[in-house]
């Protein structure tokens, strides 16, 4: 297994309570199943935790929250190499700003759950908005996050 980290920048809160940091990425797997793995760091309410994700869990959030909300930003593009380093590097710092200005664009939107959090930031109201953000939802496989 193999880690890859960037320096960690001071936390920089969006509009909703809530700072995001992608700031490295793991390989993880044997063999067909080698894929990278990308750290997401999460403060809110004075709590931190740690998640590993990969890119697929990214997508699936995007799709569900290009359902939900419509104002969702791009996100990078998918690529079918799973194990190139460079395509991780690029794609870390990619999706760590499509994450922020998920969070923040959505906090704006009167019936999302985050509304309620540019008055009051609740870690509570962060998973009802997405079970991505939830600590052990897919990490489940031999080999890794599923």
């Keep these: 297994m193999s880690t890859f980290s960037i320096s960690l920048a001071s936390p920089s809160f ?6 995001v940091q992608v700031p490295s990425y793991v390989l993880r797997g044997a063999s067909s ?3 990278y793995e990308y750290e997401v760091q999460v403060i809110m309410a004075g709590e931190r935790w740690t998640l590993l994700r990969r890119y697929k869990r990214f997508r699936e959030l995007h799709l569900t929250m290009k359902n939900k909300w419509q104002p969702c930003h791009s996100l990078p593009g998918i690529s079918y190499s799973k194990t190139s380093e460079s395509l991780a590097r690029q794609r870390r710092k990619l999706l760590e700003d499509y994450l922020q200005r998920l969070l923040d664009v959505c906090s704006d939107i009167h019936c999302c759950p985050l509304n309620i959090c540019r008055s009051n930031p609740s870690k509570l109201a962060l ?9 052990g939802v897919f990490e489940s496989s031999k080999y890794g996050t599923s």
């Design 33 to 35: 199943s080698t894929h």
């Design 127 to 135: 998973l009802e908005f997405s079970a991505f953000f939830r600590k």
């Design 14 to 19: 969006g509009g909703c309570g809530v700072w």
